[in-house]
């Protein structure tokens, strides 16, 4: 069975950093693609960053030179550090890992951002 379990939210002022982790069991996320995605009530869920199997980021304008995603498959572990927070970042987090076999979604972790 597998597993995607979040961590790391929590409640920070703006200006402030976060790092998320995305811990995967039952798989092997050496050839998976991961992402971070993130939700607020009443609006569709967005990309906040992704990594391919080879290490390659995207970013979306909002969080570019902000936010920077970054994986240790020895871990099977997926990390994004968030700097210089805003209050629209605030949000539910949740991991996604595309792994031949399916796709798997954690269940999120909660990020406030004070003004």
């Known amino acids: 069975q597998v597993q995607v379990v979040e961590s790391g939210g929590g409640l920070v002022q703006a200006g402030g950093s976060l790092r998320l982790s995305c811990a995967v069991f039952?798989?092997?996320?050496?050839?998976?693609?991961v992402t971070w995605s993130r939700q607020v009530p009443r609006k569709r869920r967005e990309l906040a960053a992704s990594?391919?199997?080879?290490?390659?980021?995207n970013y979306p304008a909002s969080v570019k030179g902000r936010f920077t995603i970054s994986r240790d498959n020895t871990k099977n572990t997926v990390y994004l550090q968030m700097n210089s927070l805003m209050p629209e970042d605030t949000a539910v987090y949740y991991c996604?890992?595309?792994?031949?076999?399916?796709?798997?979604w954690g269940q999120g972790t909660q990020v406030t951002v004070s003004s």
């Open positions: 996604n890992v595309l792994d031949a076999g399916g796709t798997y």
């Open positions: 039952g798989i092997n996320i050496g050839n998976s693609t």
């Open positions: 990594i391919t199997s080879g290490g390659d980021a």
